[in-house]
Nanobody
Framework: QVQLVESGGGLVQAGGSLRLSCQAS????????GGWFRQAPGKEREFVAS????????NYKESVKGRFTISRDNVKRQVFLQMNSLQREDTAVYFC???????????????WGQGTQVTVSA
């Protein structure tokens, strides 16, 4: 089993920045990637970004490219999401995930955190 704990969410004004962190523990070496998804009220959970543990290869949702940066500390098994130029549409609960696929399909992620709220105000 793998446990994931997110931190770093909060309230920020549009145009501001936040950095999310995710600490993985347990059998983390059974997974290939760490990533972030988000879910806004009344909407489906959607992929934001993911990264391979070993090589640090990233993959992004098109609408966050250039604003969000995913990174990881492979030794500490941490995944980070630096979010800049935040927009009101970025308001959502952000979930850390770990699994086997670099892509956006949530079926490729076997483990999930509880989520952290990000709220972007006007």
């Amino acid at each position: 089993q793998v446990q994931l704990v997110e931190s770093g969410g909060g309230l920020v004004q549009a145009g501001g920045s936040l950095r999310l962190s995710c600490q993985a523990s347990g059998r983390t070496f059974s997974t290939v990637v760490g990533g972030w998804f988000r879910q806004a009220p009344g909407k489906e959970r959607e992929f934001v970004a993911s990264i391979t543990w070993t090589h640090g290869r990233p993959n992004y949702k098109e609408s966050v490219k250039g604003r969000f940066t995913i990174s990881r500390d492979n030794v500490k098994r941490q995944v980070f999401l630096q979010m800049n130029s935040l927009q009101r549409e970025d308001t959502a609960v952000y979930f850390c995930a770990a699994g086997d696929l670099l892509g956006p399909d949530p079926e490729g992620y076997r483990y999930w955190g509880q989520g952290t709220q990000v709220t972007v105000s006007a």
